[in-house]
């Protein structure tokens, strides 16, 4: 999943890949405190204003907090684990600076994308025969992924 939420490290040696994994461990903090905050918004709005929600939806909500937070918890752990040794540093900055690694990153985020896209589109189809709703939520789904990879295109054509 590094590949998908992090960018391509450039890191020529163990102090700039010691610098990228400390900006790394911020915003694996900031996932942390965004699961921390799910979780104690959805208890305040589950216990007044959203009392009538069933257990199914709070579980969900739940969940997913919980979930940010114990996931950045091990990317937490690994970070450091990696900080603190020279050697896993290194081996570290390797795997990840190795052009076949971050190739097939890039296959398979592309790959994903084109899953992503059949699925939406079948479900739209399909979805048109049971619901409205459904068919629009594809619809607006898909014009979202194709607006902005079209905005990212051109973000990235004119930065590099």
Do not use: P
Request: aromatic share 8%; with cysteine; glycine share 6%.
């Amino acid at each position: 999943m590094k590949g998908l939420f992090c960018a391509h490290c450039k890191a020529k040696n163990n102090e700039e890949y010691r610098e990228v994994l400390k900006k790394r461990l911020i915003r694996v903090r900031l996932i942390c405190l965004a699961g921390v905050l799910i979780i104690l918004s959805a208890a305040v709005l589950f216990h007044t204003v959203l009392a009538e929600t069933g257990d199914y939806h709070q579980g969900v909500t739940y969940g997913m907090g919980t979930g940010l937070i114990l996931g950045s918890i091990v990317a937490m752990l690994r970070i450091h684990r990696t900080l603190a040794s020279e050697e896993k540093l290194k081996e570290q900055r390797l795997k990840e600076t190795d052009e076949r690694e971050v190739e097939i990153s890039n296959m398979a985020l592309r790959q994903t994308a084109k899953l992503l896209l059949a699925v939406l589109y079948l479900s739209m189809v399909f979805g048109a025969l049971v619901s409205e709703e459904l068919l629009d939520l594809c619809c607006l789904l898909i014009g979202i992924f194709l607006l902005s990879y079209i905005g990212f295109q051109k973000y990235y054509e004119n930065k590099v």
